[in-house]
């Protein structure tokens, strides 16, 4: 008896170097469970266009995406609150600042962004604002926010599949999903795929 073979989608990678990026998606996970830390972890990822631009098979010719994944907390010493001064162009100096920032304002914002490989992983440095006079790369696909906090359905329908089962699981989810009653059945069912909001292109990432 042998092993089934690993038929899992193989992506191209991103080339390392430097690129120029805009912000498309701001996805608040919600608060799931972290399996490695063994308690729930409130996570949000940021999912970025790139300059670049694919070359295998059905993705020849569109954008790259790249992401970035943080604890959604805007403590000034967190990584995330850090992460989105290098976005905004200027740090912030105060704990009251950060807390009122509106995170969906960055939404469309350029940037250049040095791409290097880590192990597996691609990681986005020295995220810098556009020399002046340089023209904003224009998105191809959805902009949009996924805000836990106050939940949209139909933003969370243009979600892939994957992960779509992750936010399922949040904390914040199952409670939106009470306030539901029946009408939660339907959530299952709706893969984004029925030609309502169809993807520009294939997002269906191993997040």
Same mark, same amino acid.
């Given at each position: 008896m042998k092993a089934p073979k690993n038929f899992a989608k193989k992506f191209e990678d991103h080339p390392e170097g430097m690129c120029t990026l805009v912000l498309t998606?701001?996805?608040?996970?919600? *608060? %799931?469970?972290?399996?490695?830390?063994?308690?729930?972890?409130?996570?949000?990822?940021?999912?970025?266009?790139?300059?670049?631009?694919?070359?295998?098979?059905?993705?020849?010719?569109?954008?790259?995406?790249?992401?970035?994944?943080?604890?959604?907390?805007?403590?000034?010493?967190?990584?995330?609150?850090?992460?989105? @001064?290098q976005l905004r162009g200027r740090r912030f100096l105060e704990q009251t600042e950060a807390d009122n920032f509106d995170l969906s304002n960055l939404l469309g914002i350029s940037v250049l962004a040095n791409i290097a490989r880590a192990g597996e992983y691609i990681n986005i440095e020295n995220i810098m604002p556009l020399p002046p006079g340089t023209k904003p790369l224009s998105p191809v696909g959805d902009v949009f926010a996924i805000d836990m906090d106050n939940f949209d359905k139909k933003i969370f329908d243009k979600l892939s599949d994957n992960m779509k089962?992750? %936010?399922? *699981?949040?904390?914040?989810?199952?409670?939106?999903?009470? *306030?539901? @009653? *029946?009408?939660?059945?339907?959530?299952?069912?709706?893969?984004?795929?029925?030609?309502r909001n169809p993807p520009p292109f294939d997002d269906e990432v191993p997040f």
């Open positions: 998606r701001i996805i608040d996970k919600g *608060t %799931i469970f972290h399996s490695a830390k063994n308690k729930y972890v409130r996570k949000i990822m940021f999912v970025f266009e790139s300059d670049r631009l694919m070359s295998d098979g059905d993705s020849a010719g569109k954008p790259f995406l790249v992401f970035k994944y943080a604890n959604f907390s805007m403590y000034l010493n967190s990584m995330l609150c850090a992460f989105v @001064g089962e992750q %936010i399922m *699981t949040s904390k914040e989810y199952v409670a939106w999903e009470k *306030t539901q @009653g *029946t009408q939660s059945g339907n959530v299952h069912s709706q893969s984004g795929d029925d030609g």
